[in-house]
């Protein structure tokens, strides 16, 4: 069973900051891709960012250069720091792990970000 628990949610101003983490148990963490997802209320799940298990990050382009996604193997943990927010990334988190090609997923964070 894989379980992912995602934290650091909460409401921001706009140009704030927050940064969520999102611990997994498994022991083979570091051997796979992870990332975030994110979906605000009426619209699909959409990419946020995601990094392998070499280090290599892909971002949307809507976060590029104000989000920043990290892993610390040893801790099981991916991180997503979030600077100079905006309200539309006013959306529930999610993050995942990807085994054998399936995407497994946490039961999200809520961010909400005020103008």
Known sequence: Q??????GGGLAQAGGSLRLSC???????????????????GMLRELVADINSGGST?????????????????KK??????????????????CYIRL???NYWGKGTLVTVSS
């Open 2 to 7: 894989v379980q992912l628990v995602e934290s």
């Open 23 to 41: 611990v997994v148990s498994r022991t083979d963490f570091a051997v796979n891709a992870v990332g975030w997802y994110r979906q605000a209320p």
């Open 58 to 74: 892909n971002y949307a382009e809507s976060v590029k250069g104000r989000f920043t996604i990290s892993r610390d193997n040893a």
């Open 77 to 94: 943990t991916v991180y997503l720091q979030m600077n100079s927010l905006k309200p539309e990334d006013t959306a529930e988190y999610y």
């Open 100 to 102: 054998w090609g399936t």
